[in-house]
């Protein structure tokens, strides 16, 4: 878990350039340093992340303050959170019944076999968000972290998702937005084999969705996976 000393928030203030456009952010230089970020001469002390995750590099910098981060939603997409109800009750009659798959309840998966889940349940409005928006930012935190060596907020992001992600009011135009977490998930392994248990559990409702089917067609790999966690569930 990231260290915060008291002295960090005394440090001087550092700028940091970030994503390809280098849009700037400020923060104490002391909290900075777990950051695989690289200096620019200047007279002030600005750093460069090269990643492109401008758009979500508040959260980091949340996490880098207090160890944590939480997404919040505008007021103007407030109605996204409520589903159809028909659809979500369509959706809960065509679980597949797979075996071992993660999401079989919130009971059993308390430890993955990689270790990597293992927090408790954060809590009801507290970080739950069941927006389709937060499951890609948990998933590109994920990723972040993952490639600058930040496991404690690796942790907490993947728990997060996978949280979000059993909570997740799955109708056909949500579905929509785990097809494109998916396309992220492609290359992420922790969180693209928990995509595949998500997407095989749901799979009758998935087999709906156009962008699903289309998904399917460019990217072979999938199919495979899928069709390999379904015989195993034979």
């Known amino acids: 878990m990231i260290q915060v000393r008291p002295d960090h928030f005394i440090s001087p203030l550092a700028y940091l ?9 400020a923060a104490p230089s002391g909290i900075i340093q777990s950051l695989r970020c690289r200096y620019k001469s200047s007279p002030e002390i600005i750093y460069v992340v090269d ?5 979500i590099f508040g959260h ?9 981060y939480s997404v919040l939603i505008p007021a ?11 659809e979500i009750e369509i959706a809960t009659q065509d679980l597949l019944p797979l075996k071992e798959n993660y999401f079989a309840s919130h009971e059993d998966i308390q430890v993955h ?31 972040f972290a993952t490639r600058h060596g930040l496991d404690h907020l690796r942790n907490v992001s993947l728990n997060k998702l996978y949280w ?56 072979h790999h999938v ?12």
């Open 60 to 68: 980091i910098l949340q996490y880098l303050h207090s160890g944590d």
């Open 164 to 219: 979000t992600l059993s909570e997740f009011p799955l109708d056909s135009e949500k579905a929509d937005a785990i097809v494109e977490l998916l396309r992220v998930a492609n290359g992420i392994g922790t969180i693209y084999t928990l995509m595949i248990h998500y997407v095989s559990l749901h799979l009758k409702t998935f087999i709906r969705c156009s962008s699903f089917i289309s998904f399917l067609e460019e990217d």
């Open 113 to 143: 076999s990689d270790n990597s889940i293992f927090l408790p349940h954060c809590g009801d409005g507290n970080h739950l968000c069941k927006h389709p928006k937060t499951l890609l930012v948990h998933a590109r935190l994920y990723d």
């Open 51 to 55: 990643d492109d995750v401008e758009d």
């Open 17 to 25: 350039e970030v994503g390809p456009n280098g849009k700037k952010f």
């Open 223 to 234: 199919s495979f996976h899928l069709f390999t966690l379904l015989c195993e569930s034979l």
């Open 76 to 86: 103007a997409d407030s109605s996204s959170h409520a589903a159809c109800e028909d």
